[in-house]
């Protein structure tokens, strides 16, 4: 089964650091385009990071450059987003999905994974 | 940037109605490099529809999608219970990737 699971999301105050982990499997995970989108409650989708299949390419969304680090080990099916100096409007669901490029469509996504940043 | 509009902010229709939502794009979209994504309370989105018109895996033929350049249509020829969602068109054809802001299909 083709499978995307996002974890480490937790309540963190502001200026923090966090790393979020999105787990792969049922596919070859070092084919693939990763993405990060995240969604603030009650609002719509923010596309914020991607990477290449081989980790050579990376882009991200004004809002986070310089703050995340988007980052794979294909040895673990694994994907990273290194989050560091945290703000509230940062609040939201994190959704790993990949794209068979960077440019694709997302065609399979993670349950999320919640960030709350708080005092 | 390229920015995406969707209109309208909310669809109150019925089931077995015909339901049209648009997404404009505040530049050309390369290749019809445009996608439609369904979001249901508390579940992840699911892509319906890629390079404007062309189907996902599994999505049923009451989903279709037209438009190229700026403008870009999704109709769902007759509402099943379950089309009643969040639709987001994307653009995927170049960074930063973006999403519209969506359109809430509800029941009447």
């Known amino acids: 089964q083709v499978q995307l699971v996002e974890s480490g999301g937790s309540v963190v105050q502001p200026g923090r650091s966090l790393r979020l982990s999105c787990a792969a499997s049922?596919?070859?995970?070092?084919?693939?385009?990763i993405h990060w989108v995240r969604q603030a409650p009650g609002e719509g989708l923010e596309w914020v990071a991607v990477i290449s299949y081989d980790g050579n390419n990376k882009y991200y969304a004004d809002s986070v450059r310089g703050r995340f680090t988007i980052s794979r080990d294909n040895s673990k099916n694994t994907l990273y987003l290194q989050m560091n100096s945290l703000r509230a409007e940062d609040t939201a669901v994190y959704y790993c999905?990949?794209?068979?490029?960077?440019?694709?469509?997302?065609?399979?996504w993670g349950q999320g994974t919640m960030v709350t940043v708080s005092s | 940037e390229i920015v995406l509009t969707q209109s309208p902010g909310t669809l109150s229709l019925s089931p077995g109605e015909r339901a049209t939502l648009s997404c404009r794009a505040s530049?050309?979209?390369?290749?019809?490099?445009l996608a439609w994504y369904q979001q249901k309370p508390g579940q992840a989105p699911r892509l319906l529809l890629y390079g404007a018109s062309s189907r996902a895996t599994g999505i049923p033929d009451r989903f279709s999608g037209s438009g190229s350049g700026t403008d870009f249509t999704l109709t769902i020829s007759r509402l099943e219970p379950e089309d009643f969602a969040v639709y987001y068109c994307?653009?995927?054809?170049?960074?930063?990737?973006?999403f519209g802001q969506g359109t809430k299909v509800e029941i009447k």
């Open positions: 530049q050309s979209i390369s290749s019809s490099y």
């Open positions: 994307q653009q995927y054809g170049s960074s930063p990737w973006t």
């Open positions: 999905t990949r794209g068979v490029r960077t440019r694709a469509p997302f065609d399979i």
């Open positions: 049922g596919f070859t995970f070092s084919s693939f385009a």
